[in-house]
C-alpha cells in the first residue's frame, strides 16, 4: 500500500478537525457570558413568581441542606426561597418553593421534570401550582389527608411535589423561620 494515500488525508483530516474544535471553542467563549445571564435571570424571574413580595435574593452556601434540597435563597423580605428535587413518576420534579417569614408557602413552581406529556407534566399548570400558596405546616394531597387536589392519573407526581414542598417548609421551620 502506497504511504503518501494514507498520509495526505489523514493530514489533511487533522487539520479539518483542528479548525473546528477552535472554532467550536471561539463559539463556547462568545456565548458563555449570555447563557449565564440568560440562566440568571430566569432564574431571578423564577424566584419573584414564588415570592413577589421580595426584591432580592441572596443565595446561602453555609447551611445544611436536607434531604433532596438543592439551594437556598434568603429574600430581602425574611421569607426563603427553597429548591428541591423530590423523586416522581419519571425522575427528579424540580421545586422552587416561596416560603415567607411567617412560614405560609407563598409561591411554587416545577422547575424541571421528566414526567408524563399529558399527565404529570401538568404539575407545571398553574391550576395545580397555585393550590400551594397560603399553605403551612403539613401539606399532602386529599389521597393522604391534605388539601391539595392531585392531578388526575398523576397521584406520584403530585406527592413528590408535595414532598418538595414540605421540605422547604420543615426546612424554614427548623432554621428560624416560622413553624
Not at 449570555?34 to 413580595?53: D, G, R
Not at 422552587?96 to 407534566?121: C, K, W
Request: proline share 4%; glycine share 12%; hydrophobic share 45%.
Amino acid at each position: 500500500m502506497n504511504s503518501k494515500a494514507v498520509v495526505k488525508p489523514a493530514i489533511v483530516l487533522l487539520v479539518i478537525a483542528g479548525v473546528a474544535a477552535a472554532l467550536l471553542g471561539v463559539v463556547s467563549e462568545v456565548t458563555a457570558a449570555p447563557i449565564a445571564a440568560q440562566a440568571e435571570k430566569t432564574l431571578n424571574e423564577s424566584m419573584q413568581a414564588v415570592m413577589p413580595e421580595a426584591s432580592s435574593f441572596e443565595e446561602l452556601t453555609d447551611v445544611e441542606k436536607t434531604g433532596t434540597i438543592q439551594a437556598i435563597y434568603a429574600a430581602d423580605n425574611g421569607g426563603y426561597v427553597v429548591t428541591t428535587a423530590p423523586g416522581g413518576f419519571g425522575g427528579a420534579v424540580n421545586t422552587m418553593v416561596g416560603v415567607g417569614p411567617d412560614g405560609v408557602i407563598t409561591g411554587l413552581r416545577v422547575t424541571g421534570h421528566s414526567e408524563t406529556p399529558g399527565l404529570g407534566a401538568k404539575a407545571t399548570d398553574p391550576s395545580f401550582f397555585e393550590q400551594f400558596a397560603g399553605k403551612s405546616g403539613s401539606v399532602a394531597v386529599t389521597k393522604d389527608n391534605g388539601e391539595i387536589v392531585p392531578i388526575t392519573s398523576a397521584t406520584i407526581t403530585s406527592r413528590a411535589v408535595c414532598a418538595g414542598a414540605q421540605e422547604a417548609l420543615d426546612w424554614v421551620a427548623a432554621n428560624g423561620g416560622a413553624n
